[in-house]
Structures are given as structure tokens and as C-alpha cells.
């Protein structure tokens, strides 16, 4: 038995002898399939630099692709005729029009437009914006997710109350009286109004003027103002005072930094609460943007879990970026 | 030693045959492979006026699409590709189509970017809008409008209704903005006829009124993302096959 003998031609498919020959020829064709496997996935990945075009793209503008289903729906688009009836010369503008429009995009973002141009940081945002609550606009709510979310916002559903009133204010400080004056005064005119006593002869008497603050507000002819407009113009604690007389009512005194002010309400339409039908549009529309700001900060607070940002001092201090 | 000088020959041609067999059945794998690819890239380069009319490209179109649309579309369209009209989920077997005029082409974008996708190239001019939830027309006026729609789709319906529906449908409903003057609707909007039968969540009274009440908002996904170039072509090659009258196919 001789296992150390040369081998011959015949051997090199005797797989029961080595043979120097048929393991170089093996390794040989599995570095060349390697390198076939490897080359194939190199210059056909996507994102690779390639010197072919794809099929489905018409051209390739440093590596971006422009799509030949974009190019024919802009042919048929820009010269409103069927692709199949379109001339070469339309085709050809086309074209030119789509490389020109690449390169400048290229162009903007090489010069880094996003980060100077508000337009573009505008359309980004907003591009972003709809791509990611998509879904939420697609989805039609059904109507029992409606009512439910009317039953969970009620409050949201108030027809907006109406006022007429008087705000009569007591003047304090400077040379006018003193703060204790002012607030004696209007005690008095309280109690006289609520006595029935003709407004303008308690201003008169008590020395009380309009405060002003509802002149550019209300309907010119009635005086008729909504509660939210009261609210933003009479300030927070006239209006609270003011929000629960009824038409008739005469508030007690309220101290306040201009002196003290008296509300003398005329009439008031108290805000009424809608059911599900009068307000089923606006539940709609409040259920949307609902679900699309939820989707917004959601993904807002997943960009920043994975973002790297770098706070000053001072702007730590601000606490912008809640945990 | 004679006994195993005599089996040497014999195992020595069987190894032989086997890495012949071996090497044949990659090489064949390959070859087929290669020539698929091949005919994939030629379907992809093909303008949609020429794969029309090139009946062994699109016999190969319908086979690679046939597994495609089972996996991602049978299961809003269904696997009979009738739609589902509680979805609202077209039929693709007939030759009505919302957008474009059905051929490959019209076909091939839709399924790129999909209607209402959230894609910024997808279809979305409008949609329907809900008529009386909006307060647009009174539930009275729907009713009217129903009757009107009911009467182009030669159904049983309420005359007097339907005239009033009439009125409607050209003045304060504004329908004849987006389904067009004769009610054939708009391709370009993607707005459906109103003649039937061709419904999208059907045609009964319940339904339309259901429609115009409360509006439609109908989607398709944007498959740019999800299938390859080759697939989305022959998807739109197989719904063109599969829409075309017997007769204009077999003619061709």
C-alpha cells in the first residue's frame, strides 16, 4: 500500500486520493465565484455608483434615478396628450426639463439650501409633516369613535355665550382719589345700581367712567360681544366676575391696578352645551388634528431619542428638551 | 487488490457523472435565471405602448404578477379581482378605471404611488366630500340627491325627488364639479361614474346615501417601496390583461 505516491492524470477525479492539482482547480473556481457573487452585489445594490442605467429609470443624474413612469406622466402632463402620441421633440424637452430640474435640486442641497432658506425649511417641514400623519388622514374615524371622543371632550362643544355689558370702573391713584375712596365709591354705586338706580346718573354721582375696554369690540349697533372677546379684553378677573351675572346683575367691586371696576351686565346669552349632532363636524375635524399632532410629537420625540443634541448652558437652563 | 483495481474505473466515472450532473443543473439555474432577469429588464425598458402589443412579454408579465397580486393586492381586491365593495376596494377585472384610461402606463403609477397614500406623487386632486355632515345639503337635500343618482342608474326611485335631486346635483351640491356635467365622472379626479354599474361601495340607496352623507376617502398603498420595478411593471401589465374585452385581446 503506497499512499505516498505521485499522482497521476487519472487520479484527479479519484476523490479517494489527494491531488495537488484538483485542489488548486477547486479553490480557483470558488475565488472566481466569490469574486462573480461579490462583483454582481457591488455594482447592482442600490445606492452603489453604476455605470448602467436601470431599466425602470430613463436616465441617471449622479446616480439619482429619474424614473421612466415620472417621465411619462410628465410628458402627458406638460403637452396634455397620451404618452404613446407624443413626439420625440416633446420627449426631448421633457427630458432636458427633468435633468435640469435634478441637477438643481442636487445643486440646493449641495449648497446646503435647507439650512438657510426658510422656503425650503418651510416645504421640508411640511413635506415631513405629511408624509408621516399619512396614515392619519387616510383613516376615516368610525361613528362610534366619534361620539366617543365627543363623550371624552364635551366641554370642547359649547356654543360661544354673548354679552352686553358695562364695565364702570372707580379711577385710583395719582391725583385722581385714593384706593380706599375708589373702593368706597364703588360700593356705593353697587348698591345704587343694583337699587335700579339709571346708569348714568350713578357714573355721574359716584364719579365712575366706562373703562373703555369693550369700545372696539361687540357689534356696533347692540354692544353685543362673545364671551371670548370679553374675556381677552375685560382681563381675567373682570371677566370671571362678569361670566356668572345674568342679564340685570350688578358684580361687587373688583380691585384692580387702574382702580376698581364694576360690571353692569345688560344682558347675557349663556353659553349653551351642543349635542352630538350640531357639533359632529367640528368633533370630525378636532378627532383628526387630534390623532395627527399625537402622530406629529410621537414622531418628534422618536427623532429626538436618536438625534444628538448638544445644549448650551443657558439653554439647558430653559429646558426645552423635556425628557 | 484486484477487487479494488476493478472498482476504481467504475466509482471514478460515477464521480465524473455526478460533478457533470452538478455542474450542468447550476449552470442551468443560472442560465434560466440570467434569461429571466434579462426578460424582466426588457419588460421594464418597454414603453407601455409597446409591451401592449408584444403578446409573449406579456405572458410573461401575467406569470411573474399572478404570485405578486395573490401576496399584496387579493387582499382588498380580492382573489377573484372583483374588489370589495365594503372597502371600497375597486373591481380590477372590468374595464373601468378611476384614473387614466387603463392602460399600462395609468395603471403602472398608480400602483408606484398609490391614491391618497401620503406619497407626495400619488393620487390625490380630491375626494369625496361628506355633503351633509359638513352641512353642505340638509338630510333632506341627500335624500333628493340619492333619488337623482338612483334614477342615472336606472333604478327605482322617486320622481319628484329626483328632480329636485336634479337642481341639487348642478347647483348647491356642486356633484357636477368632479363626477362632470353628464355624470361619467373624471378620470382626472379619479371621480367615478354615476351611471353604474361599475359602484365602488355600491349603488343601493342605503349606500349612496351613506356616501353622500358622510363622504368617501378610499386609499390605495404606494408600492414603490415595497415591490421591484419588474413586479409593479408586470402587476400593471397583468390588470391591463385582465381588464381588456375578450374581444380586443384576442384580436390582438
Redesign the interface.
Known sequence: MNTSSPASN?DF????KPVVRRSMAFSALGALIGLAIAGYGLFTAKGTQSHAV???DLALVNNRPI????F??QVQTQFTV???QSTPAQRRRVLEDMLAEELQVQRGLEIDLPSFDPDVRTAMVA?VE??I???V??Q?PTDQQLRDYYAAHRTKYVSQGQLRLRDLVAKSGGAARTPEQATSDAQQAVAALRAAAPVEQVMQRYHLVDSGALLDAGHVDTGEVFEFAAKAKLGAEVYAAAATLQGGQVSDPIPQSDGVHVVDMVEHRMPVQEDYAVA??AV?TDFKNDAQTQVRDAEVRYLRSRADILLSSDARALEVLSP | MDTIGRLRPVRRRRSLVFGLVAIGIVLCALGYWLQRRASEARMVRLWPVQLAHDPAMLSFAVSLARPVYASHCARCHGADLNGKRSIGAPNLADSVWLYGDGGIGDIETTILYGIRSGHPKAHNVTDMPAEGRTEQLSRAEVDDVVEFVLALSRQPHDDAASVRGRGLFYDKGNCFDCHARDALGNTDYGTPSLVGPGWLYGGDRQTLRQTIYNGRHGLCPAWIDQLTPAQIRALAAFLYVVSQPASRLAAR
Open positions: 487519472g477525479f479519484d476523490p479517494s436601470p431599466p425602470e424614473l421612466r413612469s415620472d411619462m406622466t397620451p404618452f404613446a413635506g405629511l408624509e400623519s399619512a396614515d388622514l387616510a376615516q359632529a363636524n370630525w
